[in-house]
T-cell receptor, first 114, second 112 residues
Framework: KAGVTQTPRYLIKTRGQQVTLSCSPI?????VSWYQQTPGQGLQFLFE???????NKGNFPGRFSGRQFSNSRSEMNVSTLELGDSALYLC?????????????FGPGTRLTVL | AQRVTQPEKLLSVFKGAPVELKCNYS??????LFWYVQYSRQRLQLLLR??SRESIKGFTADLNKGETSFHLKKPFAQEEDSAMYYC??????????????FGQGTILTVHP
């Protein structure tokens, strides 16, 4: 079974631009969660989608948004990029959201904001 | 609010020595605890979780609700255990909706 895939793997943007990251979950998985990883803050939860609905959101500004498609693929968007948005963005998929369902992580998208 | 603390950023041991990676949490409700591991140039993966009560690759972790701890232990460390280890918490009861709260991570180095 193919693992979670994320595209692109690397991105360089400048301040003020916007960016869209993509995540394809493992086949059959319906829940997709997004995390931001930085050296200073570590791994922080952004949001979770299930059946095209956002069910949970972390403490990030409204510039961070996402969506999920009917095939469970998910995208996240960051508008008006700031230098502090430079990070590794990870997505994780699970069969359904919940404690008993293991989250499988993708390799991440490395975003650099100049 | 939920919080996970891993007090050691770096931990070095010699091969064959016991290793313990500390994890403390704060959460007013009923938590579920996990250990994730990231080996060099690999993606983050689940090592073990409290509810399964398994021993994976010789590692075990016991949830101590009185001390709010979930320390990861292995009696005899191997060089291939060198990696970044994250302790993570999820709210129990089906309302967590995918949210894992991670500690800052501990880099374990096992010397030959």
């Amino acid at each position: 079974k193919a693992g979670v895939t994320q595209t692109p793997r690397y991105l360089i943007k400048t301040r003020g631009q916007q960016v869209t990251l993509s995540c394809s979950p493992i086949s059959g998985h319906r829940s997709v969660s997004w995390y931001q990883q930085t050296p200073g803050q570590g791994l922080q939860f952004l949001f979770e989608y299930f059946s095209e609905t956002q069910r949970n959101k972390g403490n990030f500004p409204g510039r961070f948004s996402g969506r999920q498609f009917s095939n469970s693929r998910s995208e996240m968007n960051v508008s008006t990029l700031e230098l502090g948005d430079s990070a590794l963005y990870l997505c994780a998929s699970s069969l359904v959201a919940g404690v008993s369902n293991e989250q499988f992580f993708g390799p991440g998208t490395r975003l650099t904001v100049l | 609010a939920q919080r996970v603390t891993q007090p050691e950023k770096l931990l070095s041991v010699f091969k064959g020595a016991p290793v313990e990676l500390k994890c403390n949490y704060s959460y007013s409700g009923s938590p579920e605890l996990f250990w994730y591991v990231q080996y060099s140039r690999q993606r983050l993966q689940l090592l073990l979780r409290h509810i399964s009560r398994e021993s994976i690759k010789g590692f075990t972790a016991d949830l101590n609700k009185g001390e709010t701890s979930f320390h990861l232990k292995k009696p005899f460390a191997q060089e291939e255990d060198s990696a970044m280890y994250y302790c993570a918490l999820m709210r129990a009861g089906g309302t967590s909706y995918g949210k894992l709260t991670f500690g800052q991570g501990t880099i374990l180095t096992v010397h030959p």
